[in-house]
């Protein structure tokens, strides 16, 4: 069994902050995969259901950010798991928009809900880090990841978040090279080359007919000079 635990604020006041898109993609999976609703649990909301060959809870804990560790510890003690059974999405203003990294281990770099994590369940658990970008000071985050995303970011939020849940089988699985292709393929698809639209260009074109050649001159020296006078 998995726990797939989405990092937000609870609350319609929230649901489309940048600080909200671990609940935007653990939601995205519920509905495309036919999850059970969501209901009431550990302090927050979850729901179960398959991925691929995997049992996996999915979890948005309702405590807010900077206590998300309590939620998830809840849960991970319901269940008896540890924390290599837990992914964790969470935002990330070290990447640029629309990036999506995968890590274990390692600090939260000032991520309230990631400190929550530390405290309550240790450092050893999966992260899907999705980047959101910089505002570029510091004094700047907090209004920053606790406003919506911008019209302008719907397109690429929206292919991440589709790349992101036709990965999640294999990130169930403990493939993250495959779930990381699933989420390329969603964000920057592969581009056919242009020589075969140019080709079809060139073969749709009218061909003109070639010039006539000129006729051989066949007259000898001596009619030639006679027809230059006449």
Known sequence: MKLFVGLGNPGPKYAGN???????????IAADHGFAPWRAR????ATEGRLGAEKVILLKPGTFMNLSGQSVGEAMRFYKLTPEDVTVFHDELD??????RLKTGG??????????L????????GRVRLGIGHPGHKDKVASYVLHDFAKADQDWLDDLLRGISDGAPDLAAGDGGKF????????????????????????????SDPAPEPEADTRSALQRLVDRFR
Do not use: W
């Not at 550990?42 to 909301?45: A, S």
């Not at 600090?107 to 929550?116: E, I, K, P, T, V």
């Open 18 to 28: 940048r600080h909200n898109i671990g609940f935007m993609a653990v939601d995205r």
């Open 42 to 45: 550990f302090q927050g909301e």
């Open 95 to 100: 990447l640029v928009p629309g990036k999506c």
């Open 107 to 116: 600090g939260h770099a000032g991520h309230n809900g990631l400190r929550s």
């Open 118 to 125: 530390h405290q309550h369940i240790g450092d050893s658990y």
């Open 180 to 207: 990381q292709n699933a989420v390329a393929l969603r964000v920057a698809p592969p581009r056919s080359g242009g020589g075969e639209k140019t080709t079809a260009k060139a073969d749709a074109a009218p061909k």
